[in-house]
């Protein structure tokens, strides 16, 4: 069975990002730090694909991702051909992104996202050496990327490239999901746990006030604040975070949107940002300021709403990347078909069931007075690993 909370976990930070992209408050990336949970959660994933089926998962993985930028790119690379986008060999990093593709001065903004799938793609090719050095040697590997960062920040290793300092931000969040997976956090002493998370948190705390960014405490501008901040709430949400959150369906309306949001979380993430560099122009006309409470709930219902169309007409990729059945809305309930694994219950009283006291058999064959009849046995399903 899924994991309800991490489930949850997903949802909510997709939503903090679509937010914090349309109204820019650096206070949602200290109250939430999306990007990071997001990470650890693929690192979980990660690390139980490696566990069943070991590098062919890397393959399976690649596939899952890609095909949602492919359809991307089909619309947007074109579109930045025809303005001014030279066509030269990098243009092919669309397909398989281990740098920036190019994009041209208003695709650089709109597809700003694909930042998340380049680090993505280099984290899921390095994992199963990852996750061989962390279960023979989890806090030296754990300590690496963070090491790694304070280094660039520190100014010891000023000159290292963009994709050395994201490895250092966020792949020790990746490694957080492996130790999550492996039940490292779970078994953590409360003694130990809350003492690290608090010390995690208030060293990333002091950082932020002491270097502050262009935006103030916007954790997006301030790389080591942030991946020690971060490491403090996942920390506390993977390693204390509920088994699993079985209340989010209790709801059937909300647990149908945290769904949809699972299973479409790639298309949303990569083509919100498109439509909240389209529309801010046309916003702005209209009047709908930041300073506007009613102006920022119009344009985050806008982008939503927005998103969901271009979720309805190819969110269905990522069905078939997975390998599922393709889906316009995720989560609709099937009917369980009849069968000698799966028999059909009649209301009492309907012809053909037995009545109350009668001790037919289940398969129909006569029963001896006397005779007890053997119970089936209940099979216990418990909440695994995601």
């Known amino acids: 069975m899924r994991n ?61 991702l890609l095909p949602s930028l492919w359809v991307l790119a089909a619309v947007f690379v074109p579109a930045m051909l025809l303005t001014g986008l030279p066509l030269t060999p990098k243009v092919l990093l669309w397909l398989f992104p281990v740098a920036d593709p190019p994009a041209n001065y208003w695709g650089a903004l709109a597809l700003s996202p694909i930042w998340y799938l380049r680090d993505y793609l280099w984290f899921v090719l390095a994992s199963p050496v990852a996750l061989w050095l962390f279960r023979r040697a989890p806090l030296p590997t754990l300590l690496a990327p963070y090491a790694v960062l304070a280094a660039i920040e520190s100014g010891v290793y000023a000159s290292a490239p963009a994709a050395v300092q994201q490895f250092g931000l966020y792949f020790g969040a990746w490694l957080l999901g492996f130790a999550h997976q492996d039940g490292t956090l779970r078994r953590l002493a409360n003694r130990v746990l809350w003492p690290a998370a608090t010390v995690l948190v208030a060293a990333g705390g002091a950082w932020i006030l002491t270097h502050p960014g262009p935006r103030g405490y916007d954790l997006n501008d301030i790389p080591l604040g942030n991946a020690l901040w971060s490491a403090g709430f996942i920390l506390v949400l993977l390693g204390r975070g509920p088994a699993s959150a079985a209340w989010v369906d209790r709801n059937a309306l909300f647990g149908r949107v945290v769904t949809v949001l699972n299973r479409r ?16 122009p046309l916003v702005d006309v209209v009047g709908w300021s930041h300073q506007d409470p009613v102006g920022l709930a119009i344009r985050i219902a806008l982008i939503f709403a927005l998103v969901g169309v271009v979720t309805l007409l190819v969110g269905w990729v990522e ?68």
């Open 265 to 280: 979380a790639l298309t949303v993430y990569l083509w919100h940002m498109a439509f909240v560099v389209a529309l801010t």
């Open 319 to 386: 069905d078939v990347a997975a390998r599922r059945p393709p889906e316009l809305v995720p989560g609709a309930r099937r009917p369980v078909p009849a069968g000698p694994g799966h028999p059909v219950r009649r209301p009492a009283g309907h012809p053909g069931t037995p009545a109350r006291g009668n001790t037919a058999a289940p398969t129909g064959r006569a029963v001896v007075p006397g005779q007890r009849i053997r119970e089936p046995e209940t099979v216990e399903i418990t909440a695994g690993r995601p």
């Open 4 to 64: 309800r909370f991490l489930d949850l976990l997903r949802f909510l930070a997709i939503v903090r990002v679509v937010v914090y992209h349309v109204t820019g408050w650096a206070t949602l990336t200290l109250v939430f730090p999306a990007m990071s949970v997001m990470f650890a959660l693929a690192g979980s994933l990660m690390a139980a694909s490696l566990g069943r089926s070991g590098a062919p998962a890397v393959g399976r993985r690649l596939r899952r």
